[in-house]
């Protein structure tokens, strides 16, 4: 493996809050042989900082919503179509 590519897998660890110490003293003993790519991975760490994801949703959120659209489905199913007879059996 390449250094950038160590640097890259390792920079995710600390990122993901996964890294061993070994682990960071690697990344910060690579970053400080290595400044132009510390240089490069410090605006993205600096990005990162000021992403704001969106909220997600919980649990029951989600489950509401699955359970809206199956009412929705079984709706459209159990719609007749324009033109359709209602019921066969009523003849």
């Known amino acids: 493996m390449d250094i950038q590519a160590r640097i890259l897998v390792l920079a995710s660890k600390k990122v993901a809050k996964e890294a061993s110490r070994k682990e960071l003293a690697e990344l910060n003993a690579l970053l400080r042989n290595n400044p132009e790519i510390k240089a490069s991975l410090k605006n993205v760490f600096d990005q990162w900082e000021?992403?704001?994801?969106?909220?997600?949703?919980?649990?029951k959120?989600?489950?509401?919503?699955?359970?809206?659209v199956?009412?929705?489905i079984h709706q459209q199913i159990n719609a007749s179509?324009?033109?359709?007879?209602?019921?066969?059996?009523?003849?």
């Open 50 to 59: 000021n992403v704001h994801f969106e909220n997600i949703p919980a649990e």
């Open 61 to 68: 959120e989600i489950d509401d919503n699955i359970a809206a």
């Open 70 to 72: 199956l009412v929705r």
């Open 81 to 91: 179509p324009p033109g359709a007879k209602a019921n066969d059996g009523d003849q």
